[in-house]
């Protein structure tokens, strides 16, 4: 099952962008890499997802590296609403449905300072 | 549009009890998926339902099971509870299941096993 590893915790300042990493280096070509998020005491929310180009949406963008190995999750501003542990995943997209064994992991905890 | 609703919200069992959680997918939605979510391990897949039917397993004793309704609402169920079964339980959903989805989350239900 497609892996992917994150750090464990990053700090930010307030109003500042902020780069989180995430590597899946055996990434296969129908895998989706997908962002959630995760506040206190409350499920994941989903963030952004991509497959192989760059994407943008209100809350976030996905840099996708050119060899899918790594991707990189970037919040133009941070705010301390985004205090969060942010997980990265794969999903395959084109297997009929059939998603395996979804491996989560612990995900960055991101700290947000004003 | 509802979200995903996860009942009861929290619950309290003794050791050797069994137990039912609950989860409403979004109207529309057929694949259901649960995880479990401790400190320790973070968040691990259980497994997931498409059209009343156990798509994908995670690595998790028979004690645990669930099923999926033709309204496709489903359950899960752990028998002969264990302390380490204490957990916050998640479930998601989304259209098929497949990749190129989102994810939606319910707010889980938190277990305490005594």
């Known amino acids: 099952d497609a892996k992917t590893t994150q750090p464990n915790s990053m700090e930010s300042n307030e109003e500042e962008p902020v780069h989180l990493p995430c590597n899946h280096s055996?990434?296969?070509?129908?895998?989706?890499i997908h962002w959630y998020r995760q506040l206190p005491s409350q499920g994941p929310e989903y963030v952004i997802h991509?497959?192989?180009s760059n994407v943008n949406n209100r809350m976030a963008s996905l840099a996708i590296a050119e060899d899918r190995k790594s991707s990189t999750l970037i919040l133009h501003r941070a705010t301390l609403r985004d205090a969060a542990v942010y997980y990265c995943?794969?999903?395959?997209?084109?297997?009929?449905?059939?998603?395996?064994?979804?491996?989560f992991g612990k995900g960055t905890k991101l700290s947000v300072k004003p | 549009k509802a979200g995903v609703t996860q009942t009861p919200r929290y619950l309290i069992k003794t050791r050797g009890q069994q137990v039912t959680l609950s989860c409403s997918p979004i109207?529309?939605?057929?694949?259901v998926s649960w995880y479990q979510q401790t400190p320790g391990q973070g968040l691990q897949f259980l497994f997931e339902?498409?059209?009343?039917?156990?798509?994908n397993k995670g690595n998790f004793p028979g004690r645990f099971s669930g099923r999926q309704f033709s309204n496709s609402r489903s359950e899960m169920n752990v028998s002969t509870l264990e302390l380490g079964d204490s957990a916050l339980y998640l479930c998601?959903?989304?259209?098929?299941?497949?990749?190129?989805?989102?994810?939606?989350f319910g707010s889980g239900t938190q277990l305490s096993v005594l």
């Open positions: 109207s529309g939605h057929r694949s």
């Open positions: 998601a959903s989304s259209w098929a299941g497949t990749g190129l989805e989102k994810l939606f």
């Open positions: 055996t990434i296969s070509g129908t895998d989706y």
């Open positions: 995943i794969l999903r395959d997209g084109f297997s009929g449905g059939s998603q395996g064994n979804l491996i």
């Open positions: 991509g497959l192989t």
């Open positions: 339902y498409f059209s009343e039917t156990q798509r």
